[in-house]
């Protein structure tokens, strides 16, 4: 066997070795592409989950503020109902006091004839 055969054996057992070892870097791509497909498939379907709950989340926030407003508005004219029975009870008590006069007890407190 001369040199050239040898040589050309080293080199076809190089490249062969070569071709091994890109096969498995093809075999590794592969799979890792296939990991972040699937792993970009899980982030999108947690993306999409978050955005629901966020969505659910902004309109019981808005039912919540609406029925905060409801509520308050009711106990704005609760308010405004007492605060007006308290001024007609006033003016009420200011009236009464105005109309009456003043009232002698002294016929209450004189001796009385007892019949013995």
Known sequence: M???DRENEELVAALAEARTML???EARAQS???ESKELAKKLEQELSKA???GAIIEREAVVAASQAEVELERLEQEVEVQRRGWEIATE???R?????KPVSYTHLTLP????V
């Open 96 to 100: 009464t006091l105005g109309a009456l």
């Open 32 to 34: 890792r592409a296939r």
């Open 92 to 94: 009420k008590e200011l």
């Open 51 to 53: 955005n629901q709950t």
């Open 2 to 4: 001369c040199i050239r």
């Open 112 to 115: 009385t004839k007892r019949i």
């Open 23 to 25: 096969a498995g870097l």
